[in-house]
Nanobody
């Protein structure tokens, strides 16, 4: 079992930046690919970014490429999402996901989820 806890959300103006963190506890963090998803009000939860277990290969949804960066520190059991040039359409609850054997964009590939952290971008 893995427990995930996100932090770092908040209110920011358009064009600003935030860094989300996801701290993992339980089974060895390095065993899993990790992902970030988000869910806006009235919408489905969607893939944002993912990172592989060891090599650190990263993948992004098109709408955040060039603005968001996912990274991980296996020594600290933490995955990060650096979000720059934020837009109002980035407003959502952001969820950390783990437990996949590869960096997938599919929610069903992940066994573990955090409780989410709210990101609000004002125009």
């Amino acid at each position: 079992q893995v427990q995930l806890e996100e932090s770092g959300g908040g209110l920011v103006q358009a064009g600003g930046s935030l860094r989300l963190s996801c701290a993992a506890s339980g089974r060895p963090f390095r065993l899993y690919a990790m992902g970030w998803f988000r869910q806006a009000p009235g919408k489905e939860r969607e893939f944002v970014a993912a990172i592989s277990r060891i090599s650190g290969s990263t993948f992004y949804t098109d709408s955040v490429k060039g603005r968001f960066t996912i990274s991980r520190d296996n020594a600290k059991n933490t995955v990060y999402l650096q979000m720059n040039s934020l837009k109002p359409e980035d407003t959502a609850v952001y969820y950390c996901a783990g437990g996949s054997s590869y960096p997938s964009a599919q929610r069903l590939e992940y066994d573990y989820w955090g409780q989410g952290t709210q990101v609000t971008v004002s125009s």
